[in-house]
Each structure stands twice: as C-alpha cells, then as structure tokens.
C-alpha cells in the first residue's frame, strides 16, 4: 500500500512538472511572437484561455506519447524519442489552439517554430540532469554498476528475487515486466511495471537492458519458448529461476538463477505422482536396479531412495558410472543401505550371487544397450545384452521370488525398423510370456527419449555447438518424443506400483518435437544465431532410422490408467505365439555363442514379422534406386 502511494505521488509530481513546462513554453513562445511582431492579438485574458487549452491538448497527446511510462530515474538516451515525439504534436497542439481562438498567422509561424523547441529543452533537460545526478550518487555507494537488469515477473518471486539483487551491488533493476492486467503502470516493491511481456525488446532498447531475469517458476514449456523468443530478439542476456517443483519450499534467492536450459523449453508440465501409493509399493522393501549408473538408472535410484526402501542394490557394468551414483547417494541419503555390484547381467553368475545376497522385493531392468546406429552393425551384442541379459535377469527374478520386475523399454521397440528396437520388443515379449506362469509380476514401461542422457542427441548437439559447428541433423522434418530423465524416473515408479502383471505401460510423451527445432533452440541458448554463427546440415536418415517414433503399433487398443500421464496397452498376444519366441530365443542365443551373425540375424527378422516388412520395403528400394 506504501509503495502504490509513493509511486501515485511521484507520477503526480512528474505530471505537476511537465505542466508547468508547458504553460513557461507555451507563455515564453507567445511573450516572443508579441515582441517580434507587436502584440495586437495578445491580451492575458486571451493568454488565459490558450494556456487552459493547451493543457488539455497537449496533456493528452503527452499522455499518448507514452511519456508517463517510464520513470526518470531510468530515463535514458532512447527516452528522448518520446520527448521529440511529444513536442512535435505540441506544434500540432498548438495549432489547433491558435485556429481555435482566431489567431493571425504571423504569430502562428512563430509559435509552431519557439512552441515545440522550448517544449523539448524543459522537458527533457529536467529529466536528463536528475539521471545523470542518480548515477553520480550511485557511484558513490557502488564502485561499478555492471547490469542494467529487468524482472520479468511481478509475482511472489519477482519481489523476493529484488533484494538479493540489490544486495549483490552488481545489478541496477530498472523494473518489471507482466501480462497482469490489474499491474500495468502500478509500482512493485518500489519498482515500476513497464509494460507487458511483449513489450521486452522495445523496453530493454528504451531503458539499455544488459540483463533479463525470468522470475516465473510457474511457466509451462509454450510460455518459456514465447518467453525466450522475446529475450532473443531484444538481444540481450537472460536468466531464468527453477520451476516450482525444483524450487520445492525454499526462498527465491540469486544463487537459484541459472541459464535457460533445453529443459525449460521441451520440459512440460509438473506431474503429479501418487506419494503414498508409492511408499506403499516401495518403503520398506529391498529394491534392485540394473544399469544403475546411466541416465535412467541413476534418476531411478535417487528417486526409490526418498522412499525409504531397505536396501537398494545397484547393478552396472562401467565402474566409473557405479563410483559415481554410488557417491551421490552416499552423500544425499546417509541412513540409506546401498550395495553396488560390478557386474554384467549377461552372467548368470553374477544374477545368481546378486540374487541370493541382496533378496529384492522389486527389480527395476535399465541395463541396455540403446545407440542405434551402433548397434545396427552390432547384432550379436544387442540380442546378447538386451535379450539374453533380460531374460537371465527374469528367470533368476523368479527362481528367487522377486515380487515385481520392472523392465524398461523404449518406443522403438513399436514397429521396430531397427535391430536395438527389435531386441527391446523381444525382451517384452519375453517377459509377457513368462508373466503367465509366475507369480513374479512382469511389469513393462515403454517411452522415447530423454534429454541429456547419455548417448542423447542433446550433449552431441552441445559439443558440436562448442567446437563452432556444424550441428548435424539427419532430417528437417525428423521427430522425436522427449521427456526430462526426472519425469521418466518418476513415471517408471508409478507405473510399476500401477501394474498388476503382463502390462505394457506407455508414458505419455506429450507433442513430438523437430529435431531441427531442438538444434535451433540449444544454438540460440548458446548466445549464437543458427545459420550465422552455427550452420545446420543436414546428413539423411541412418539405417534403421525413422522419420518419425510410434507410442503404440498398429491397431494396439489402449486404454487410460488412473494416472493421467500413463497409458495401458491392451495387446492381447497368443500363448502360442509368444511360445514361438521363446523356442526362437534359443536358437538365436545358440547363435550368439558360436558368433553366427548371419543366422541370428535370420533369426531376428523372424522374431520380429515388422523388422522383417520393413527390411524388404529397404532392399525393394535399393533395387529401384539400382535399377
């Protein structure tokens, strides 16, 4: 309430002083043209009447002119633009009043040439002299003011970010931007609201903006891109406070800025988990994680961590990637019990040993190989690690009565055009076949990519961009589903409290997203201009690559969960079928120990009737391209 009658008050001030500018300009012009060319016209009766309208004219061609927007202590070289423009319709103004009241041209010559120019000097002298005086006090309490900066929300967080602000001592806050309508023109904690969002690149010109701070935790992805592009194009620098749910209850402070991350821009909305249900499922229990030190598994840990289980036992075959999640969780969770094993899920050995040592209650299988170009000439390794591996992990799971298995799959195990998401779909079927005669519960969970995991698009991208380019794109029009690692984490979890036996969940990807978009994007955050700075190529589809990933194959009835973001598939496979699978397994694992790569091969495309479609769709092609 003080602040709002502080700012009214000074408005009041700035709009008593303009004025008074404009009756000594209007007066002094007049006093002038009576002494140049006589006064027979001019009587202060008749200089009454002209002041009065003058006031109300140009009082609100002044006001139109955006001359109350700004404050003077942020006035600026740019500001001058709206003093010339307003002392140019002062000549219009002044005009309109001399025809008004019948006055002879000669003095109207005169007063449309002194009228404007004194107008200009008493208006903008003022105001340039207070700022220069504002700076010069300024320095006297700070040795150097580094960053002209603008608040882009006027929100709870805005207002607490304001005080570290001005703490720091580095950072002149000009004020606030905000798409609240009840705001616009009112004073915040002391500072005024400039305008709207829309208004930023024409704001950070007029009051020479060098930083941009995003003060609006609450933002979705759509409106951190609109966000951004306007940051973009006012050409300045920008940062961003966490969102809501990585804030959690702590104060807003300087130390939570950070760069706008791809994050913020393809992140979606915070989801909303079953707590309880999870607790429920998992406190208590003994947890195992396969591939616990990747991407995936590593987020999984952490989050099965702040559930209270009784032990979490992680499984990985790169030490360093074991070292690592082990460290963390170690220094984040000290009452936690954890066990880490060096192993390989390829060896029954080691499952066994894990088995009967650790006891799980619940397996959580994120141990797989996934470069898809890689593994395309790789198909003894993928079968061996994605197939083998899942399915001595299985029946180990339930020759030791695991209660649940969970086994993470991907959304190129959907109509597979590639050997990594042929083995991905051989290890669900797997686990649907041995789900009917176990009392183990075969859970699977099916997603597409995650940003900045290993292996991701998003840290090739990065390097590239580091290295001065090119970014290389295989595709313009290519897509992909994306979701953050810590969404993937928190939806595995609730789908494998969800799950019942031999379901297939589906997350919910949201919209795909162009890869070219996405290259475009991390350019820009990057501070440079894609096509300029960093060009784009394009190098065409890998094999096994597709232009576009599917969530579910073709007529796979689906159906919604109790969790909006989880969908269920309801293929119903033939026991005879998925029998078939697993006679063929054995031939293809006999394969895999005499490295017959040809007859695995023949093996997989049997597996896998669409690997099989879409590998005569390639070879008719490159007969037509032959012929």
């Known amino acids: 309430m003080g602040n709002s009658g502080m700012g009214l008050n000074r408005r009041v001030w700035v709009i008593a002083h303009d004025f008074l500018v404009l009756v000594a300009a209007w007066v002094t012009a007049r006093y002038l043209s009576a002494s140049l060319i006589g006064g027979a016209d001019f009587s202060w009766q008749q200089l009454a009447v002209e002041v009065n309208l003058i006031l109300i004219i140009q009082g609100f061609l002044q006001w139109r002119a955006g001359l109350y927007r700004g404050v003077w202590r942020f006035a600026s070289l740019p500001d001058l633009g709206n003093l010339l423009r307003a002392s140019i319709l002062g000549a219009v103004a002044g005009i309109s009043v001399m025809l008004l009241l019948d006055v002879s041209l000669e003095t109207m010559l005169l007063v449309v040439w002194a009228f404007p120019a004194l107008l200009l000097l008493l208006l903008s002298l003022p105001r340039l002299t207070y700022r220069m005086l504002k700076d010069m006090r300024s320095e006297v309490h700070q040795r150097r003011v580094t960053q002209r900066t603008l608040i882009l929300g006027a929100g709870r967080s805005g207002q607490r970010l304001l005080p570290e602000l001005r703490r720091r001592g580095e950072y002149d806050v000009v004020g606030y931007l905000d798409d609240d309508e009840a705001l616009q023109g009112k004073l915040v904690s002391d500072l005024p609201v400039l305008g709207r969002i829309t208004r930023l690149p024409r704001v950070c010109r007029e009051a020479a903006i060098d930083l941009v701070v995003i003060a609006i935790p609450s933002a979705t992805n759509v409106q951190m891109q609109r966000i951004v592009s306007h940051c973009e194009a006012a050409g300045v620098d920008f940062k961003t406070l966490p969102t ?96 880490t094993v060096l192993g390989d899920v390829c060896d029954s050995a080691t499952l066994n040993r894990v088995m009967q040592k650790g006891q799980p209650d619940v397996v959580f299988h994120a141990a797989a190989y996934k470069h898809l170009p890689m593994l395309q000439n790789q198909a003894r390794e993928a079968f061996r690690n994605n197939v083998l591996g899942t399915k001595r992990l299985a029946d180990a799971a339930i020759a030791h009565g695991v209660d649940t298995f969970v086994l993470i799959s991907t959304d190129k195990a959907v109509n597979p055009s590639n050997v990594m998401g042929a083995t991905k779909r051989i290890a669900e079927l797997y686990c649907q076949h041995v789900n009917q005669a176990s009392a183990t519960r075969f859970i699977t969970v099916r997603f597409g990519n995650v940003l900045n995991s290993t292996g991701s698009v998003v840290p090739l991208f990065n390097e590239q961009i580091r290295q001065g380019g090119p970014v290389t794109v295989t595709h313009p029009d290519i897509t992909r589903y994306f979701m953050t690692i810590a969404e993937a984490g928190q939806l595995i979890l609730q789908a494998g409290v969800l799950g019942e036996g031999g379901e297939v969940f589906v997350l919910d990807m949201g919209e795909p997203v162009r890869i070219s978009y996405l290259a475009e994007q991390l350019i820009r955050l990057a501070g440079k201009e894609p096509g300029q700075d960093i060009e784009i190529v394009y190098t065409g589809l890998r094999p096994g690559e597709k232009l576009f990933e599917e969530l579910f194959h073709a007529h796979e009835p689906h159906a919604k969960t109790q969790h909006e973001k989880i969908f269920l598939s309801r293929a119903n496979l033939k026991p005879q079928r998925l029998a078939t699978i697993v006679e063929h397994m054995g031939a293809a694992e006999r394969a895999c120990q005499s490295y017959d790569t040809e007859a695995l091969s023949g093996l997989l495309l049997t597996m896998v009737p669409q690997l099989a479609k879409r590998h005569d769709d390639a070879q008719d092609k490159v007969v037509r391209l032959v012929g």
């Open 244 to 339: 809501l749910k990585q804030l959690g209850a702590t104060l807003t402070r300087f130390d939570d800025l950070k760069p706008v991350a791809i994050e913020d821009l393809l992140g979606r909305d915070p989801i909303s988990l079953d707590w309880d249900g999870l607790r429920a499922g998992l406190a208590g229990r003994r947890v195992l994680v396969t591939g616990g030190g990747g991407s995936i598994g590593a987020e999984l840990c952490r989050q099965i961590a702040r559930l209270d289980p009784a032990a979490l036992v992680i499984l990985d075959s790169c030490e360093y990637n074991l070292y690592r999640v082990d460290y963390r969780l170690q220094s984040e969770f000290q009452d936690l019990i954890v066990e």
